[in-house]
């Protein structure tokens, strides 16, 4: 009996171990560094610049549309702009990662979180299999306290990376519409998106058609659009597949009657981070 006591003791001992080194450690863009149990599993290799000032966010929104958002909370700076296995031709605009050095002495160890607002066209960013171009305030938040210059100093690193789950607390899918359409065309930059970030897909349903939903294309970086070739009837419902999980979420009428180019509309939808 005793023995029977001292397996069972011996396996929920070994149990708890694996669950607690397995458990999920979900991000939060806001956040700097992310503290997490490190099991070594699912990071891979990456190189890492940064550009831009060595606060800065990189460029004004970059190839993915953003514009002054990507200084500004949640995004708060820590964006990248991405080589072509990253940036996708602009359909990897939104993906999240984590990113993390340990090679050079500055290096914390611990990860970041960055979203892909951005695109690195040439030099190392398409000599690896992949390369983070970050802007200057994520490449010194892989720095230990009180040496991010120093870790900026050394300007190109060997870092580990991996896909993770976007999270935008209090933020719901936001649609900016471009200042280009009109009735009959439209065109929207789709931001904060929870879970994948990025999309594959989006569809336009017109009001009074309960079943109709009409493909958009993807016109550049985070901005979709749709040319119907006659008047669209508002108030508009827009339906978002995500990338990587296929997942969907429908914005019900989120562009109203009366919508105007470059005005914000925000939806009372997100994904599931």
């Not at 508009?236 to 296929?246: F, K, M, N, V």
């Amino acid at each position: 009996m005793a023995l029977v006591l001292q397996n069972q003791l011996s396996f929920f001992t070994i149990a708890l171990t694996f669950s607690l080194l397995n458990s999920c450690f979900c991000f939060n863009p806001k956040l700097l560094n992310v503290s997490v149990a490190e099991t070594g599993s699912g990071w891979l290799p990456a190189g890492a610049t940064w550009y831009g000032s060595a606060t800065g966010a990189g460029s004004d929104g970059g190839a993915c549309g953003y514009g002054s958002a990507v200084e500004q909370d949640p995004l708060s700076a820590l964006v990248s702009a991405g080589g072509p296995s990253l940036y996708k031709s602009g359909k990897g605009c939104g993906a999240c990662y984590q990113v993390k050095c340990t090679l050079n002495k500055a290096c914390s160890g611990n990860p970041v979180t960055v979203v892909i607002t951005d695109e690195c066209p040439g030099g190392p960013c398409v000599s690896e299999s992949a390369h983070f171009d970050l802007s200057g305030t994520a490449f010194g938040a892989m720095a230990t306290s009180g040496q991010a210059d120093q870790l900026r100093n050394a300007g190109v690193l060997q870092i580990q990376y991996r896909r993770a789950e976007c999270n935008y607390p209090g933020k719901t899918i936001t649609f900016h519409v471009d200042s280009g359409s009109n009735p009959d065309y439209f065109a929207t930059l789709i931001e904060y998106e929870d879970g994948d970030g990025d999309l594959s897909s989006v569809e336009l349903k017109q009001a009074l058609d309960t079943d109709s939903w009409v493909p958009m294309q993807q016109s550049w970086g985070a901005v979709w659009k749709l040319d119907a070739g006659s008047a669209l009837r508002a108030p508009l419902s827009i339906r978002l597949t995500a990338a990587e999980s296929g997942n969907t979420v429908i914005a019900n009428n989120v562009i109203p009657a009366g919508w105007k180019p470059g005005q914000t509309y925000r939806s009372l939808v997100n994904f599931k981070a």
